[in-house]
């Protein structure tokens, strides 16, 4: 492959519309923005903005300007630095490469959860206390009450951490360092199987440096182990394919079951993943059994969790949260995100009452939508809006302090700086995916894999609602489309890339 061909004109033209576009929106809305912003009422139900949220959009705009500048800066006139940078790459030993990228990954991580301990509050709150209560005493209780609002993943595992060190947060946050510098070597694994060695160090660095896969190592959210489990369940499917093995199949299964313990959103993911052995090797005989056999396992793995719920609680359920959630996202002042907007028509929430709310939510949410379906689709738009429109979420209640004082501190740079960084991975993401649709005979089967998971999440979420923090796990994802995308602009086509899996 020749690193010094020039990329396609019509490449170069693209690029720059795009960058002349971001400049000339972006930083027209951030300097009217007494103006700008009432084109963005539409997403409040009430027509108003909090301080916050006005902070949020004019970091927004500023940020993609300057994303406009850095998509010229980085492409154009640092290209042949690039170029060359991707050259040293190459020859540095594979091991070396590793150890020094993770030791520099976990630096920066454990720096940061010293440096800005973050607050615990909402959900974390929750994780938190139903962790510690459940180390004391190893039930899952919420006010002495069985409960199962969530599933007990995700505080079991802080709860063992709990055990283990006592009620200390920095211990959690220090896992969380751990397994962020894992998400960035699961993601290389299985960007080495799938695209050139080039491509897959160009994610591991960037992944490495990206701000909110630093920031989110200070907060108690499942968003980091879940990543995680699923990293592992693609970088096994991908072993399937070289290797098909029961025992890959076993993995598979068990961390799908696993998955879905941590987040009930995951829970049609066994069903979804096990439709992609299709694009195995093996004989469809095979290929059928293997995937039935993968979604029996999942549930097995599942079934001590559904039955403890069914005798406890009354109820075959994973979590009793989803019908509020999709209340949530699907009523008559829904904006689209996970804000509580309309009257509530639950009784106190509350263990006692998890059951009985849940089955209404789930009806209320379901006559709105068959009664409003041209409504679901509009708010369904926007909770895409809300899913990917910005990457602040772990320093959210220090941007609010900031709003509410009026000041411009150092988290509102961290978080102009983490936008940037974020829609360069988009937009860079988008080439990738264009590139790969128009390239069939270079692609990668895992690409069918990683792609059906991104619409999956995206589906998901445009039912229930979107929230910033939710597109967190997709990010690995997004990055592997975009350095394919970038070697492709700095390298020329990619004429040595194998069929597939290497």
């Given at each position: 492959m020749s690193y010094h061909r020039n990329p396609s004109k019509k490449i170069d033209i693209f690029i720059l519309a795009i960058a002349s576009s971001l400049l000339a929106f972006g930083f027209t809305l951030f300097f009217d923005f007494g103006n700008a912003h009432k084109l963005f009422l539409f997403l409040s139900p009430h027509h108003s903005f909090t301080p916050l949220t006005i902070l949020i959009l004019r970091s927004s705009f500023l940020s993609l300007g300057l994303t406009g500048i850095a998509l010229v800066f980085l492409l154009f006139f640092c290209r042949e630095v690039l170029i060359n940078?991707?050259?040293?790459l190459k020859d540095i030993k594979e091991l070396d490469f590793l150890l020094l990228v993770f030791g520099v990954g976990f630096t920066?991580?454990?720096?940061?959860?010293?440096?800005f301990p973050s607050q615990i509050y909402s959900d974390w709150k929750w994780y938190d206390d139903a962790a510690y209560h459940m180390s004391q005493i190893w039930r899952y209780e919420e006010n002495g009450l069985p409960t199962a609002y969530w599933p007990i993943g995700y505080p079991l595992f802080?709860?063992?951490?709990?055990?283990?060190?006592?009620?200390?947060?920095?211990?959690?946050?220090?896992?969380?360092?751990?397994?962020?510098?894992?998400?960035?070597?699961?993601?290389?694994?299985i960007a080495r199987k799938m695209v050139s060695p080039i491509s897959s160090r160009l994610t591991l660095l960037i992944l490495t440096f990206f701000p909110s896969q630093i920031f989110f190592t200070n907060v108690l959210a499942s968003e980091i182990l879940f990543t995680v489990l699923l990293l592992l369940i693609i970088n096994f499917w991908l072993k399937q394919y070289l290797h098909p093995s029961f025992y890959y199949l076993l993995l598979i299964g068990i961390l799908l079951g696993l998955l879905c313990l941590v987040k009930a959103a995951a829970l049609p993911?066994?069903?979804?993943?096990?439709l992609f052995f299709i694009k195995l090797r093996e004989k469809l005989n095979l290929r059928l059994r293997n995937a039935l056999l993968t979604v029996m396992i999942a549930f097995l793995t599942l079934s001590p969790w559904l039955l403890r719920n069914k005798m406890v609680i009354g109820s075959f359920t994973l979590a009793t949260n989803g019908g509020i959630n999709l209340y949530i996202g699907n009523n008559p002042l829904s904006s689209g995100n996970w804000v509580w907007q309309a009257e509530n028509p639950f009784r106190e929430l509350s263990a006692a009452n998890e059951i009985e709310n849940n089955r209404l939510g789930y009806k209320l949410a379901t006559q709105f939508i068959l009664h409003n379906p041209f409504g679901f689709i509009q708010r369904g738009i926007k909770k895409e809006i809300y899913l990917f429109a910005t990457d602040l979420s772990a320093i959210v209640k220090e941007l609010e302090s900031a709003a509410q004082n009026g000041r411009v501190d150092k988290f509102i740079i961290f978080n102009i700086i983490g936008q940037v960084y974020y829609y360069?991975?988009?937009?860079?993401?988008?080439?990738?995916?264009?590139?790969?649709i128009l390239n069939r005979k270079n692609r990668n089967p895992g690409f069918y894999l990683l792609g059906g998971i991104l619409i999956y999440w995206m589906g998901i979420h445009f039912v229930f609602f979107g929230v910033d923090r939710f597109h967190f796990p997709m990010i690995p994802i997004l990055l592997i489309f975009a350095s394919t995308f970038l070697e492709f602009y700095l390298n020329g086509p990619l004429t040595d890339r194998k069929s597939g899996p290497g």
């Open positions: 940078a991707l050259l040293r920066l991580r454990l720096l940061w959860i010293i440096l802080i709860a063992i951490i709990y055990w283990f060190f006592g009620h200390s947060y920095f211990m959690v946050k220090f896992v969380n360092v751990l397994l962020s510098s894992g998400i960035c070597i699961l993601t290389y694994l993911l066994p069903i979804f993943i096990a360069l991975l988009l937009i860079f993401s988008a080439g990738g995916i264009i590139l790969l």
